[in-house]
């Protein structure tokens, strides 16, 4: 049973204009979310996350929303840049102690066009 | 600052030989541990963690066994490597909050031939 969905494998922008990345959750138990950037061949890098207590929380170029009734969350880019290519994983866990596992969702590959 | 460690890089084994992958973290003491999959199609699939040493849950049924002999060593294992083994592994590490970040080695891709 996949608790954390990519429904967009892939996802062409142009450069300079706003890449958005969306994830689904089935589990309403999900409290803290997370979005990992990964390149060919190595490990996913941290991005950028979110408490359910928010809605929303920006760092530079990145943007994370939270919608709790949709069980839906999104990544914005603005601007995109080309080294912004990669796949990206969204993932979910429960943040009360005793829950260590961190779901991922299945990715999305986004290309920036130049 | 913490690190994280995995090797080899790459590896080629044969059909029905054992597989011995090594994990290890500096900086942080008594991390959770993780070890991934990434497979087509599904993912980052989560195949075990680890909450202390010799403390170790499966989450899918499978070829693979992993063992956390000290506080800041996963190691995967199989005794006999099948072809569907095949595929990039990544361990990761994390506080042992739920509202903190995974941290990942450089993954392992493993081709059983």
């Known amino acids: 049973d996949q608790q954390v969905k990519q429904n967009s494998p892939s996802l062409s922008v142009q450069e300079g204009r706003i890449s958005i990345l969306n994830c689904d959750y089935t589990n309403s138990m999900f409290d803290y979310f997370l979005w990992y950037k990964k390149y060919p061949a190595e490990g996913p890098t941290f991005l950028i996350s979110?408490?359910?207590?928010?809605d929303k929380n920006e760092d530079g170029r990145f943007t994370v929303f939270l919608n709790k009734s949709a069980k839906h969350l999104s990544l914005h880019i603005v601007p995109s840049q080309p080294g912004d290519s990669a796949v990206y994983f969204c993932a979910a866990s429960i943040s009360n102690f005793g829950n260590e596992k961190l779901t991922f969702g299945t990715g999305t590959r986004l290309t920036i066009i130049p | 600052s913490q690190t994280i460690h995995q090797w080899p890089a790459t590896l080629v084994q044969p059909v029905g030989s054992p597989l011995s992958l090594e994990c290890t973290v500096e900086g942080t003491s008594n991390p959770n541990l993780y070890w991934y999959r990434q497979a087509a199609g599904r993912g980052l699939q989560l195949l075990f963690y680890?909450?202390?040493?010799?403390?170790i849950s499966s989450e899918v049924p499978q070829n693979l066994s992993a063992s956390r002999p000290q506080d800041r060593q996963f190691i995967l294992s199989s005794k006999k490597l099948l072809l569907s083994d095949s595929g990039f592994y990544l361990c990761?590490?994390?506080?042992?909050?739920?509202?903190?970040?995974?941290?990942f080695g450089q993954g392992t891709r493993l081709t059983v031939v």
């Open positions: 680890s909450v202390g040493i010799g403390q």
């Open positions: 990761a590490w994390r506080g042992n909050r739920g509202d903190t970040e995974a941290f």
């Open positions: 979110i408490s359910s207590i928010k």
